[in-house]
């Protein structure tokens, strides 16, 4: 036995415990608030349990349980034969947390926890905080969905009761092999639909050995850029373009160079003079806002410019599926036999964004890096929606219901088209819209647009401005940004014809 | 009119169709192989629909329908009055896909498509690609689970059938306004419960706001790898420890310094000595793998480091939740008074890793940042996932679980303890487990530790290496990193009985 050391007497009577609460929970949090302050300190020799029993009128069991907690958690410690004595700890930080404010058995706390922490003051500085700064993506429209939302299918008319059952009937009783850590590439079964899908539907030569399962398109998107891109590199985007996907490049670091769209899609040309880019993000099946699809000649150019360079295209078909006279084009990817292009699909625009599903169809060579890369980021997607939407395909609803959101689409846009009001002074000809699940109304001026849009938001309609698609610092002139995005197929035909009828009244006013 | 260029005759009678296949798929099929690859050049005049029709015996809608795809992708031209063409393309490379090993129809060419990509040859070779090749995940464990995987918990008894009602009673009639996307930080009802929970259960003071929902604590750790770490930066980590940390770290670019680890946790000295180091990354709780539970003293050293640094502690709290005696430990997050503790939690070893659902707890100036990290990473988790999790807990069975699984792991463990086999030769002695779900054991050497591996492998027993948690290149010896790690939640008392006699025999048959 070490010699006994110098103790101060404790007086637990200071000690106020809250009746209706948990007692023993509460004497811990004092004991150990008083470790912490230096109220009690170290080498202070606590009361027998029986003795702070009976001096704060609690029953020993409780005092027990609490000095149990706090010796597993190192605040006290035992002498055999002796007795219980507060633990040597090492000089406290002042700052570090008493309890004093933990929310414990009173709930009101909660305001206050960490209100030392002066959040201006602590800002992060490192690379990929302040990259966020400027290259974050805005807070996602919220509430149900009403036009001209952008993004979203008819997923009013998604079968529920049918993903109701198959979800009850997974789960009653899964396999319990699939339980644990899964295939980071995604599921067998799901892999191989998809692969079948691509292969007899959309033209797309591949196997499921090709297919990673991703948390949606952005997923996908984000993972070619942690392993296609290091810092400094630079990656081509489409400009306007999915600022999602240029904003995940360039959190890596990565320079994003906007590539400018003209009615053939990516202007080649423009492309061939980037230095220094292997790199290309493209929406060839309906440019992402513009809504053009990319000529057959682009896309052999784009192809020629990926083996040139030794390079890679990002395929980003995200409503490919839509297309309303004859059948969805064939992707780029379907042109490709160098293993260049990299090709991006989603099941949010056929059922709905929150499912978060999409996968890559990935040049062989690239299977094995992006596997390992999705292990790291995310280990695999959760088994219950891979195994529902395996069961989905495999029992026909998936095509049923493609069928189904391709008609709802085009009765949606044709809706618009017929009710969209003309002759509003600085809109454009509303184009033919052939694909897609949206269209982009050229305007005369940025002062107009955001005129337009206040004036829509002024009646309930959600109008997105084109110039929000355009990269910061683009040399063509603002004016020429300007103009209107809008989602047709998001809300019912009754609440378009409505919607229209209100822009009618909104901007015929505003023009008089 | 353009002049009429000189046109070769077109001979489609070389065109073979497959009568039991759709006939307008295979001639667009045809016809665009024949453009990609020369043998129908630019300019050349197609034959009127419905003289097409009558030379291979089709009906004119399917030439028509061929026709139109080939049209709308490009293939073709109409010239008014006059008659079909194949466009002028770009100079064709001879690596275009011509589709001739396309799926379509005959399904017969998954095997061949893309066998012309050596994949050899065409590694990329860039940093973060590089980076995988000596940094990645192990294959998962597959199959069902058996004594003594590492890492799952006793999901035999997770209440699927609750699980299974609470699905099908979200997808029945999920909130539209939910279906789009949602707040990357995750479900607001999710992240409060959660945040109720660890106030009142483990002593962790927080709020909903600083809760950032992930897919698994791997999603946690990488975001956290992304955003506090730039290449060339150093992170320390715990050695042994869990390598899926320290490849995520790894990936980045970042030097991962291990820092050793004693009985009582990782060795803050060591840590004070690692220059340019500001982010650490431990397992408090539990050391995984070795089990140690880290002290008071060094909780509070480790806190004082972050400070002095600038820094921040990555806490892994992974199985906290299984503590056999007293309540589950309070966080070292619950001692962070000046916002250096990222909490790491997971729902994975309570219900199961397939379900891919944890989150951060994160110092009030870093959310935000994380929730945008998490955008460009994922945009957010699959919303049935959240939302029945919430259900789970505010119905009360989350806490009603968690103490079933408690009680089932400390049963599973004292059966393992009871029927360990005694006396084998170069293997130490079995620790006292107070704790977690997994038990490492010392081995004298690294071949004894591969030939007991080996032996209970030959015995159906499935065993780690303690040798495999060490990063590569530590400078103990080698001998001193063997050992074994055994998990003993994964199946039921009476499997591992059966585990314990096989290693009983196998090892014991061994050693005479």
Redesign the interface.
Known sequence: MSERPFTLPFDPTGIVLDRRQGLSRQLYQALRMRV?DGRLSSGTRLPASRDMAAALSLSRNSVV?AY??LY????IESRVGDGTYV????K??T?????L?????T?L???T??N??D?SS???H????NR?ES???P???????RAF?V??PA??L?P??V???L????????D?????????AGEPQLRQLI?TYL??SR?L???AE?IVIT??A??AI?LCA??????GEVVAVENPGYR?AG??FA?TGAKVQGVAVDDEGLDCAALNAVEHCRLSYVTPSHQYPTGVTM???R???L??WA?RKDGWIIEDDYDGEY?Y???P??PLA??????RVLYVGTFGKIA??????GYLVL????VQ?FS??R???????????QAVMAQFMAQGHFQRHIRRMRKAALSRRNTLVAGWPQGISGIGPLPHVAAGLHVAVRVDSLARERALIGQAESVGVEINGLSDFWLPGSDTPEDEHAGLVLGFAAVPEAAIEVAVRHLAEVWGHSKS
């Open positions: 912490l349980r149990d907690q597993a958690e190192g605040y633990s040597q700890l090492p406290l930080s700052k570090v947390s008493t309890g404010s933990l929310g414990f058995s709930g706390s909660t305001k926890a960490n030392t922490v959040s602590k800002l992060i490192n690379g990929p905080c966020l290259h974050h993506l807070p996602p429209k919220s509430g149900p969905p939302r993004g979203l997923f009013d998604f529920f009761d993903w109701a059952k979800q009850a009937g997974f789960w009653r009783n899964p319990r092999a699939a339980l644990g850590y899964g295939d980071p692969a292969r007899r033209g030569s591949c196997t090709q948390s949606g952005q997923q984000s942690q392993l296609l891109l290091e810092p999602a904003n995940a959190l000529s057959l000649a896309r052999l150019q192809l020629a083996e297309r006279s004859g059948d084009l064939a379907a042109l490709d036999r160098s293993g709905f964004p929150a499912l978060r599903l040049p062989r060579q690239l890096v390992r890369c292990a790291l980021a995310v280990r695999h997607s959760e088994i219950g929606t």
